[in-house]
């Protein structure tokens, strides 16, 4: 299995890979491991990979253009919904504090594939074109806070990696551990094929809302890009209508990714159009 990591710290890589089964099985050839520097797929001399948000708000955004164009260099130019810009047996992951929570079944889901690009963020947020229309899969690790998404993806590479054939020695151990059934609703303990996501997201370095609820989506610039504009309210510089329109695509995020965390019933009846 091919494995390509997006990063503004490739750095980072140098150590937690080095270690324990992933390493074993980097040795053994049952995973390859490469890591893409994102300010390599720049173009101006400060290597820019990030802007303000549309709409006002902390922070920057990570822009769509590097990050487009990083995954291109490995896959070929993105195609429309729903296979996104993966060929067959790819995933391009999205780590983001928005995304579903990761569960021991997608793990199983994404060991069957021959390749998995993860793209690690930072600042406040990725702008939201690559969720919709570049990333296969948005996906969170957990309801905390984090500087951004290479803890995260190490820890999606390596739970992948321990269910390769062969990277645990015993094929029965992977069987055997915590989580490793697949528990839903009916009880059912199966195998699922893998399906890619509708994903619509942004990063792992961000923070829920208060509210109970996700964070609402970013964009920067450019306002047009590749025909995908910027939301016409986030340019309105109406603040209250630019609020209201943040709250109603945060609770519409939620309800699609986390519904686990509407248990406010108010939350739940409210309308996101």
């Not at 810009?85 to 790819?90: C, N, Q, V």
């Not at 965390?261 to 108010?266: E, G, R, T, V």
């Amino acid at each position: 299995m091919k494995f390509d990591l997006i990063t503004i710290f490739p750095e980072f890589f140098h150590g937690p890979l080095d270690y324990g089964i992933v390493r074993r099985a980097r040795e053994a050839k049952l995973i390859d491991i490469a890591i893409h520097d994102l300010r390599t797929f720049t173009h101006d001399r400060h290597r820019t990979v990030d802007d303000r948000p549309f709409g006002g708000g902390e922070g920057m955004v990570l822009k769509p253009e590097p990050l487009f164009e990083a995954v291109e260099s490995l896959v070929g130019p993105v195609k429309e919904a729903p296979t996104r810009g993966a060929p067959a047996k790819t995933a391009i992951i999205l780590l983001s504090a928005s995304g579903k929570l990761f569960r021991q079944e997608m793990a199983r889901r994404f060991s069957q594939l021959e390749r998995v690009i993860l793209i690690c963020g930072r600042y406040e947020g990725v702008d939201e074109r690559v969720a919709e229309h570049l990333a296969t899969d948005e996906i969170s690790v957990g309801d905390f806070v984090l500087s951004g998404g290479e803890l995260p993806a190490a820890m999606v590479l390596d739970a992948v990696t321990r269910l390769i054939p062969g990277a645990l020695g015993n094929e029965d151990s992977a069987e055997n551990e915590s989580f490793s059934a697949i528990h839903d609703k009916q009880g059912a303990n199966e195998q699922i094929p893998y399906m890619p996501e509708a994903a619509e997201t942004r990063i792992t370095a961000h923070e829920p809302t208060n509210r109970g609820i996700l964070d609402y989506p970013h964009y920067t610039r450019p306002q047009n890009f590749r025909g995908w504009e910027v939301p016409e309210i986030l340019m309105s510089g109406n603040h209250e209508q630019i609020r209201q329109w943040r709250h109603r695509q945060a609770l519409k995020k939620t309800r699609r990714n986390r519904p686990d965390l509407l248990a406010d019933k108010n939350l739940q009846g409210d309308t996101a159009k």
